[in-house]
C-alpha cells in the first residue's frame, strides 16, 4: 500500500528563518512521482514541484529547495529566507503506477513577521 | 489556458436536498478527479476519470453519491439526500497523464448542508 507521513502537522518560524518540512513515503512501486502542493488560505492548491523515482538530482527553484533521498523515502521541502506570503499547509504527494495520487495529511506553516 | 473551473463556489443546503457540483477540466487533460476536503480526514480522493470512463470509485463514501463525466469538458459529482456530515470543500482536478501526472486542481467548492 501506498502512503505519505507527514510528521510535523504545525511549523511556526519567524520571517527570514530556514524551514525544511518533512515528507516520508511508502510504496512498492518501482517507478513513482512525488509531488509538493501548497495550500494558502485562500484554499486552493497549488502545484509546486515533481519528482520521478528515477530522479534523485535534488532541485532549487528561487528559495524553494528539495531533497529526495530514495534510501531513506524522503522528499523533503526547505524554504530558505520565508517570507510571510509562505504561510500555508503544504501537501506531499506520491502517485504510483495508476493516476492515483495520495496526499499527506499536511503541514501547517506560520511564519511571524 | 484557463485553469480547472468549478461551480458553484459556494453551497448552502439543507438536509435532504440533492446538490451537483460542476467541473470543466483543463483542455486536453484526460484524466478527472474528485476530492473531498474536511479537517478531520484531509485530502481523500472520491472518484476519478480517464478519458471520461469512470476508473476508481472506491472512495465514494455510500450510494448517496454519484458522479458522471459525460464528455471531455464536464464533469459532475451529485449527492442525493444530502446530510450534514457531507460538509466539505469538494475539489475537482485534471492532469495530463502524458507530461507527468501533476494534477491541476480547481478552487474548489465549499458545501455547508444545515
Known amino acids: 500500500a501506498q502512503k505519505v507521513t507527514q510528521a510535523q502537522t504545525e511549523i511556526s518560524v519567524v520571517e527570514k528563518e530556514d524551514v525544511t518540512l518533512d515528507c516520508v513515503y511508502e510504496?512498492?512501486?518501482?517507478?513513482?512521482?512525488l509531488f509538493w502542493y501548497k495550500q494558502p488560505p485562500s484554499g486552493e492548491l497549488v502545484f509546486l514541484i515533481r519528482?520521478?523515482?528515477?530522479?534523485?538530482q535534488n532541485e532549487i527553484s528561487g528559495r524553494y529547495s528539495w531533497n529526495f533521498q530514495k534510501s531513506t523515502s524522503s522528499f523533503n521541502f526547505t524554504i530558505t529566507a520565508s517570507q510571510v506570503v509562505d504561510s500555508a499547509v503544504y501537501f506531499c504527494?506520491?502517485?504510483?503506477?495508476?493516476?492515483?495520487?495520495?496526499f499527506g495529511k499536511g503541514t501547517r506553516l506560520h511564519i511571524l513577521p | 489556458d484557463a485553469g480547472v473551473i468549478q461551480s458553484p463556489r459556494h453551497e448552502v443546503t439543507e438536509m435532504g436536498q440533492e446538490v451537483t457540483l460542476r467541473c470543466k477540466p483543463i483542455?486536453?487533460?484526460?484524466?478527472l478527479f474528485w476530492y473531498r476536503q474536511t479537517m478531520m480526514r484531509g485530502l481523500e480522493l472520491l472518484i476519478y476519470?480517464?478519458?471520461?470512463?469512470?476508473?476508481?470509485d472506491s472512495g465514494m463514501p455510500e450510494d448517496r453519491f454519484s458522479a458522471k463525466m459525460p464528455n471531455a469538458s464536464f464533469s459532475t459529482l451529485k449527492i442525493q439526500p444530502s446530510e450534514p456530515r457531507d460538509s466539505a470543500v469538494y475539489f475537482c482536478?485534471?492532469?495530463?497523464?502524458?507530461?507527468?501526472?501533476?494534477?491541476?486542481f480547481g478552487p474548489g467548492t465549499r458545501l455547508t448542508v444545515t
Open positions: 482536478a485534471s492532469t495530463d497523464r502524458v507530461w507527468g501526472y501533476e494534477q491541476y
Open positions: 510504496t512498492r512501486d518501482t517507478t513513482y512521482y
Open positions: 519528482r520521478n523515482s528515477f530522479d534523485e
Open positions: 504527494a506520491l502517485s504510483g503506477w495508476d493516476d492515483k495520487i495520495i
Open positions: 483542455s486536453g487533460h484526460n484524466s
Open positions: 476519470f480517464n478519458n471520461n470512463v469512470p476508473i476508481d
